[in-house]
Every structure is written in structure tokens, then in C-alpha cells.
């Protein structure tokens, strides 16, 4: 089983920055691709980022680009999300998800889709204060 845990997340006020990051369980984290989602009050879960197990791509929602970025240390299995210049549409409960790919054929994919993540965090809860 593997397991997510999700930290960084609180309160803070427009044009503020938080750093998220998800520690996983799973070993060697370098054979797992990475994603972030989140769902805000009254809506669905919606992709915000996603890296490749090698780190070498990333996708982003356009809602987002140019504003957070996506990162992994595989050393410490461990992705993490910077989020700068944050706005009160970006509250929201913030959700790491894991998949595990073949290293030597799929060091690059991602997916924007929740039905390609095969284990979830618990999630970690960004509020944005106006």
C-alpha cells in the first residue's frame, strides 16, 4: 500500500506564496509519476500539475501557468508545489496522486486525468484570504 501525505497548506492572503509537498512511501519513487489536484467548495476535483517520473515534464492547468510550479527529489520521495502570487479561486483542498510507470519506457508521461492516478493523498487544505 502505498501511502501520500500531503503538508504545507493554511491560510494566507492574496499575492501570498505556499509551498505544498506530498511525501510518498513507495520506493524507488523515481518508477512513479506525479500529480496535483484540487477541489474547492461545491465543485470537482480539477488537475493543477503533474510531473513525469524522470522530472524532465511537467503539465500544468492554464489556470495556473506562470503562477505555480511542480518539482520532485526523488532522493527524498518527495513532489512538491510552489504556488506564488496566489488568488482566493485557488482555495481549495490540494491533493497529491501517484502512479507508477515503467521507468525505461514511460520515464516521461503525465496525465491530466484523475482516472490515471492510481493512489491519493488525504489532501491538504489552501485558503485565500481577499
Given at each position: 500500500?502505498?501511502?501520500?501525505?500531503?503538508?504545507?497548506?493554511?491560510?494566507?492572503?492574496?499575492?501570498?506564496?505556499?509551498r505544498?509537498?506530498?511525501?510518498?512511501?513507495?520506493?524507488?519513487?523515481s518508477?512513479?509519476?506525479?500529480?496535483?489536484?484540487?477541489?474547492?467548495?461545491?465543485?470537482?476535483?480539477?488537475?493543477?500539475?503533474?510531473?513525469?517520473?524522470?522530472?524532465t515534464?511537467?503539465?500544468?492547468?492554464d489556470?495556473?501557468?506562470?503562477?505555480f510550479?511542480?518539482?520532485?527529489?526523488?532522493?527524498?520521495?518527495?513532489?512538491?508545489?510552489?504556488?506564488?502570487?496566489?488568488?482566493?479561486?485557488?482555495?481549495?483542498?490540494?491533493?497529491?496522486?501517484?502512479?507508477?510507470?515503467?521507468?525505461?519506457?514511460?520515464?516521461?508521461?503525465?496525465?491530466?486525468?484523475?482516472?490515471?492516478?492510481?493512489?491519493?493523498?488525504?489532501?491538504?487544505?489552501?485558503?485565500?484570504?481577499?
Amino acid at each position: 500500500q502505498v501511502q501520500l501525505v500531503e503538508s504545507g497548506g493554511g491560510l494566507v492572503q492574496t499575492g501570498d506564496s505556499l509551498r505544498l509537498s506530498c511525501a510518498a512511501s513507495t520506493r524507488p519513487f523515481s518508477s512513479w509519476a506525479m500529480g496535483w489536484f484540487r477541489q474547492g467548495p461545491g465543485k470537482e476535483r480539477e488537475f493543477v500539475a503533474a510531473i513525469s517520473s524522470s522530472g524532465t515534464r511537467t503539465n500544468y492547468a492554464d489556470s495556473v501557468k506562470g503562477r505555480f510550479t511542480i518539482s520532485r527529489d526523488n532522493a527524498k520521495n518527495t513532489v512538491y508545489l510552489q504556488m506564488n502570487s496566489l488568488k482566493a479561486e485557488d482555495t481549495a483542498v490540494y491533493y497529491c496522486a501517484a502512479r507508477p510507470v515503467v521507468p525505461s519506457t514511460a520515464s516521461g508521461w503525465t496525465s491530466k486525468e484523475t482516472y490515471d492516478y492510481t493512489y491519493w493523498g488525504q489532501g491538504t487544505q489552501v485558503t485565500v484570504s481577499s
